[in-house]
Each structure stands twice: as C-alpha cells, then as structure tokens.
C-alpha cells in the first residue's frame, strides 16, 4: 500500500506563489507517474498536471501552462508543484496522485488527502 501526504497548502495574493509537496510512503513509488488535480467548490475534479515515472516529461492543463511546474525527487519519494503567478481562480483543493502518465483521474491508484489553496484578489 502507497500513502500520500501533502503539505504547502494556504492562502495567498494574486499574483503569488506557492509550492506544495506530495511525499510517497509504503511500497517503492518510483515507477509511477505523479499527476496533480485540484477541486473548486461546485465543480468537478480538473487534471493540473502530471510527471512521468523518470522525471523527464511533463504536461500540463492549457490553464496553468507557464504558470505552474511540476517536478519529483524520486530520492526523497516527493514530488513538487510549484505555482506562480496564482490567481483566484486556481482557488481548489489539490490533490496529487500516483498512477499512470495520463490527465485521466481513473488512471490513477493512490491519491493525497487533498491541500487546500486560496488566491485572494
């Protein structure tokens, strides 16, 4: 089993930044790819951006290109989604996940308890 926990979460100005951190803990994690989602109250879970298993690709949601970057140290079992330039609407609970190298949510088994990060305008 895989547990997840997340941290860097809060509340910040438009404009600002933030860097949350996902840490694996369990069984060797280091194959899977890491993909963050994020929540807004009223609407369904939206894919943010994911990693794959080696580091070396990324992709990301057409709203959050340039803006946010996504990285791992698989040393550490952490992966990092460093979020510049925020505006209110990337207001959401964040959620990483391990899994395959996909934007599909299904595609993905092990899931974080969620971050909870607020842009104030």
């Known amino acids: 089993q895989v547990q997840l926990v997340e941290s860097g979460g809060g509340l910040v100005q438009a404009g600002g930044s933030l860097r949350l951190s996902c840490t694996a803990s369990g069984r060797t994690v280091s194959r899977y790819a890491v993909g963050w989602f994020r929540q807004a109250p009223g609407k369904e879970r939206a894919f943010v951006g994911a990693i794959s298993w080696s580091g070396i690709s990324t992709t990301y949601a057409d709203s959050v290109k340039g803006r946010f970057t996504i990285s791992r140290d698989s040393a550490k079992n952490t992966a990092y989604l460093q979020m510049d330039s925020l505006k209110p609407e990337d207001t959401a609970v964040y959620y990483c996940?391990?899994?395959?190298?996909?934007?599909?949510?299904?595609?993905?088994?092990?899931w974080g308890q969620g971050t909870q990060v607020t842009v104030s305008s």
């Open positions: 996940a391990f899994g395959r190298y996909v934007s599909d949510d299904r595609q993905y088994d092990y």
